[in-house]
């Protein structure tokens, strides 16, 4: 089975300008996740959706960002205006609905704000 | 605050010996703890669940125990081979299945021929 896609692999943007990134899960999982590593710390979480509805988004930084999920299939996390301390890489993960499973992860998308 | 700590940030051991990686928490009481494997560029790949009932898990030449009363899970890999140098990643489900991970930092292992 294709995994989760994510896109673009890298983007590198000024500071002030927009940037969407998208997350392609596996197809049938319910659970989307969003997450992000910024240099030298640890992989932490943004957000959650079941299906096309905000489960958690308490690791969301601040309301610069902006997390959708057309229909329940793919999504996208909108960055509106970046900042410098944006930069990092955000990883997308899919499970399907259960217990007992572990979580399937995005290559990430590096961004770099200038 | 929750904390999680993989004790090294680094690891370098000879191929064909166990490699054991520790994996500690503090103020958590996790349902389920995940290891991950992670290669530079890649994300993580899921490597073992194993929940908070369970004492040990095994998966080929992996072994994951899981202590609540220490707070702490040991990952082991034995007889270790160059491919198996990555970083691995130790995760604490919030919830009970289907919920956000808390990552540790990861410790980086190198098997050397």
């Known amino acids: 089975e294709a995994g989760v896609t994510q896109f673009p692999s890298h983007s590198v943007i000024e500071k002030g300008q927009t940037v969407t990134l998208r997350c392609d899960p596996i197809s049938g999982h319910d659970n989307l996740y969003w997450y992000r590593r910024v240099m030298g710390k640890e992989i932490k979480f943004l957000l959650h959706?079941?299906?096309?509805?905000?489960?958690?988004e308490s690791g969301m930084p601040n309301n610069r960002f902006l997390a959708e999920r057309t229909g329940g299939t793919y999504s996208t996390l909108k960055v509106q205006p970046a900042e410098l301390e944006d930069s990092g890489v955000y990883f997308c993960?899919?499970?399907?609905?259960?217990?007992?499973?572990?979580?399937?992860f995005g290559s990430g998308t590096r961004l770099t704000v200038v | 605050s929750q904390k999680i700590e993989q004790n090294s940030e680094a690891l370098n051991i000879q191929e064909g010996k166990t490699a054991t990686l520790t994996c500690n928490y503090t103020?958590?009481?996790?349902?389920?703890l995940q290891w991950y494997r992670q290669d530079p560029g890649r994300g993580p790949v899921f490597l073992l669940l194993i929940r908070e009932n369970e004492k040990e898990k095994r998966k080929e030449r992996l072994k994951v125990t899981f202590d609540t009363t220490l707070k702490q899970s040991l990952f082991h890999i034995t007889a270790s081979q160059p491919a198996d140098s990555a970083t691995y990643l130790c995760?604490?489900?919030?919830?009970?299945?289907?919920?956000?991970?808390?990552f540790g930092k990861g410790t980086r292992l190198s098997v050397i021929a």
């Open positions: 103020n958590y009481s996790p349902a389920y």
């Open positions: 959706f079941v299906k096309e509805s905000k489960q958690d």
């Open positions: 993960a899919s499970s399907p609905s259960g217990t007992d499973y572990g979580y399937t």
């Open positions: 995760a604490l489900e919030k919830g009970s299945g289907n919920t956000p991970l808390v």
